[in-house]
């Protein structure tokens, strides 16, 4: 079946330093994929998604590409900020069915 | 109030208890997730629901009944819960099936 992996955790970063969380996926046919974020306390909170090959998603300083070749679809950021401190979820959608399959989710400590 | 709304927050209940979860999108939208997050576990969907009809019941144990009376709420039903059922219940939504999923805060359960 549908499957996500993301590198595990957790990633510790100084303040401005560049952020990488790497994420892949299984699949057949042509999912979404999207990242998700959890702050302490909360909920997920959509932070971008992308829906076809090559398409790139952003917000909020971060970016990812989908990348069909190499099934891929990392997160980054140039400058990370204290407060980008939470869990990073890399999500796909099956097609048609909009189940979800998350990543078993990343870490992310940013010190000052 | 905006977005996806989830009560109570916080529930810790006995094993042979009765409560339920509540879910209120605000969004328009015509269907309704319910996930399980534990710890050290992916997130798992529980439910799905669209336009008020159940469409995916992922293996869940009869003691969670969900309920959808109509497309902008969504009750899950707990009773006789077992301790490994502590974890955070999250509700969602979207336009439709295979849409992009808006997520409630989540509410933290506690069985004892």
């Known amino acids: 079946g549908d499957s996500v992996t993301q590198m595990e955790g957790p990633v510790t970063l100084s303040e401005e330093a560049f952020l990488t969380i790497n994420c892949t996926y299984t699949?057949?046919?042509?999912?979404?994929l999207f990242w998700y974020v959890q702050y302490p306390g909360e909920g997920l909170q959509l932070l971008l998604k992308?829906?076809?090959?090559?398409d790139k998603g952003s917000n909020k300083g971060f970016e990812a590409t989908y990348r069909k070749e190499t099934t891929s679809f990392h997160l980054e950021k140039g400058s990370v900020q204290v407060s980008d401190s939470a869990v990073y979820f890399c999500?796909?959608?099956?097609?048609?069915?909009?189940?979800?399959?998350f990543g078993q989710g990343t870490t992310l400590q940013v010190k000052p | 109030e905006t977005g996806v709304t989830q009560t109570p927050r916080h529930l810790v209940m006995g094993m042979t208890n009765k409560k339920s979860l509540k879910c209120e999108q605000h969004l328009g939208h015509n269907a309704m997730y319910w996930y399980k997050q534990s710890a050290k576990k992916p997130l798992e969907l529980m439910f799905v629901?669209?336009?008020?009809?159940?469409?995916e019941n992922n293996s869940v144990p009869s003691r969670f009944s969900p309920e959808c009376p109509n497309s902008s709420h969504l009750f899950l039903h707990l009773h006789t819960l077992q301790p490994e059922d502590s974890a955070l219940y999250l509700c969602?939504?979207?336009?439709?099936?295979?849409?992009?999923?808006?997520f409630g805060p989540g509410t933290r359960l506690t069985v004892l």
């Open positions: 699949a057949t046919g042509y999912p979404s």
């Open positions: 992308a829906t076809k090959a090559d």
């Open positions: 629901y669209s336009l008020e009809e159940r469409v």
């Open positions: 999500a796909l959608s099956e097609n048609n069915t909009g189940k979800l399959i």
């Open positions: 969602a939504s979207s336009q439709v099936l295979a849409d992009t999923q808006y």
